[in-house]
Structures are given as C-alpha cells and as structure tokens.
C-alpha cells in the first residue's frame, strides 16, 4: 500500500514538474512625459514595431472607440504618430491594425491626394498603386529599413508597406504643426519630414499625425455659410507639372518673389550647372555652376525679379552631362 501512494506521489510530482510554468504579467510601462501607459498587446506591439522613434508616446488610454471606414468599434490606444486598434479575431500579427493617418490628415486638410500630381513611371521607387515614387534617397532609405514584424527575413517590401503604406504625394517643401518649413512626403500612415541640420539618425523624423488628427477631430465644426458663397475665380497656378528630380516650392509666385529649390541624385560634392528656360526650351540668362552637398544635394533660393511672366523650367545637370538632369517647373504671375 505504501509502495503503491509512494509511486502515485511520484507521477503526480512529474506531472506538475512537466506543465509549463505561467508567464508574469508585465506591469504596464507609463511615460510621465504624457501621463499615459502602454499595457498588454498594444505595449508588445509597440515595442517590437519601432518604439518610440516610429509611434511617439501614448496620448490616450486603451478605449473603445469608432472607427470611420469599418463603422465598428474596437479597443483603440492613441499615439503621437499613430493609432493602435486591437483586432483579436485576427491572429498574430495582425491582431493590431494601425491607422491610415497620412490619409485621414489629408482629408482634414481639404486635400484628396488622389488630385496631386503623380509621379514619372520612370522614377526610383514608383507605386504604380497610387502613382506616387519615393524619389528623396533619404526618405527611401527610411522607408526600406523600418517595417512591421511579419516574419521575413531583413525588412521586406510587405513589411514597410504594413508600417506606412504607400506614398501618397510627391515630396513638397511644407510647413509642419511646429512651424518648421521642410521637406515633406505622405504616405498612407505617415508623413516623413527632411531635417538635414539635425544629426543622424534623425534627419528624416515622422510628422505627429496622431496629435494633428485628434486635435483637428476635436475642433467644433464651422457655422455653416448663411448663403452660397460664389464660385471660385480661375486658379493662376493650375497645370503646372510635377518637378522630377527636384523640389520647387512655390512653383508658382509673382515676379521679384524667391522660389527655393533642392536637386538631388549627384555624386557627393559634384560640379553641376543649373540654368533657366522658357517653355519653348530657350534659355534665359546663363548657367551658373555650383557643387553639390556630401549627400549630392544642391538647395538654393532662385531670384525671379529678372523673369518676366510666364512658364520656366528650372535645368539642373552634372557637368559631365552622364545623368538625367533634375527639371522644376514654375510660373511666374503678372
């Protein structure tokens, strides 16, 4: 009898010695910078996605909330870049969905990306999906090596498309919620800003779409108009195309205004000429020869007081002539 409680005891011993041990709950992790914490999924998914850099600090707690396209509600978390919405009829990894801010800012905005102009095919890194390219080495830089944890090996295509989906405007210079007039691209999740002043790794930063979105969300309509307001007046700017290997801002201006200008796709420090021309192609002025940056960049103000109305091209090209010169258009008004 005692032999036979003796091996029951042991069996039993075995039995929980084999079960595996529960995990602890990890605390949630809190940020005093906004009085907010991570806890859960939405924490492990913020941690192994990009942390801090990629998502900002939590603005709001974990809560249900509605969303726009779907007309469901989901358990929703806030971040300064983006919004978490936990999917748990989904399996790992997609239990956590982010949200298409880069769209939904836009929208707020008054702007439908889909009338922005489109990017050349033949550009670098070109969406056919929403005819847009990543032209800026630095912001493709950024796009290619961060992404989503989906599981393959290095950071694929799929996985950087999971994080900030496709471009959705040219890169324009812009001016962002904290005044500052830089470089700007979006994308469907995100809206990449150009600092080159900063030191690495933070001369590309992302936009803080979340903050904007919520702010914008919680502004109290507009009193609507007592009657119709007139038609718009003809817009001067219209139809003037897309700058390829560039960026102009304004491309549209009055006479005696300076347009700024950033070319690219040089080698570092490389002698490049740049020069004007009507859109007959006959040259105004002549060219001027410069060197690009480190980064085989050239940026400059253009004075137009000496242009009178009408379309140019802004030419610029490496002096032995063996790239596809940056071209950026422009008007200039009576």
């Not at 603005?59 to 929703?76: C, F, K, S």
């Not at 300064?80 to 919405?85: A, L």
């Not at 912001?139 to 496709?166: K, M, N, V």
């Amino acid at each position: 009898m005692r032999r036979s409680l003796l091996v029951v005891v042991v069996l039993a011993l075995a039995t929980l010695l084999a079960m595996p041990a529960r995990s602890a709950q990890a605390a949630p992790r809190c940020f005093p910078e906004t009085n907010q914490c991570l806890d859960g999924r939405i924490r492990q998914y913020w941690e192994q996605n990009g942390g801090l850099p990629v998502f900002g600090f939590p603005i709001t707690a974990q809560a249900p909330e509605l969303n726009r396209d779907t007309g469901q509600t989901y358990v929703t978390q806030w971040m300064e870049r983006n919004r978490f919405e936990l999917h748990p009829e989904n399996a790992a990894p997609y239990d956590v969905l982010l949200g298409r801010l880069g769209d939904d800012r836009l929208r707020q905005l008054g702007i439908d990306w889909q009338t922005l102009p489109k990017a050349n095919p033949s550009d670098p890194h070109y969406f056919p999906q929403t005819g847009q390219a990543i032209t800026h080495e630095p912001f493709w830089q950024y796009w290619r090596s961060h992404g989503l944890e989906l599981g393959d090996r290095g950071i694929s295509e799929r996985e950087s498309l999971a994080l900030f989906g496709y471009p959705i405007s040219p890169a324009r210079m812009e001016t962002n919620s904290s005044g500052d007039t830089v470089l700007t691209q979006w994308f469907e999740r995100a809206r990449f800003e150009w600092h080159p002043n900063n030191p690495e790794p933070y001369k590309v930063l992302l936009g803080l779409l979340g903050n904007e979105v919520r702010a914008a969300a919680s502004m109290p309509a507009p009193s609507p108009s007592p009657s119709p307001s007139p038609s718009p007046a003809p817009d001067p700017c219209a139809n003037i195309a897309a700058p390829r290997f560039a960026y102009i801002e304004p491309n549209c201006v009055r006479r005696g205004e300076a347009i700024g200008i950033v070319v690219w796709g040089f080698e570092p420090n490389q002698e490049i000429s740049y020069w004007v021309t009507r859109a007959d192609g006959a040259t105004v002025g002549a060219s001027t020869t410069v060197r690009a940056d480190e980064d085989g960049i050239f940026a400059g103000l253009l004075d137009t007081s000496i242009f009178p109305p009408g379309d140019y091209v802004f030419v610029a090209q490496d002096s032995r002539g063996e790239y596809e010169p940056s071209v950026a258009p422009f008007r200039i008004l009576p």
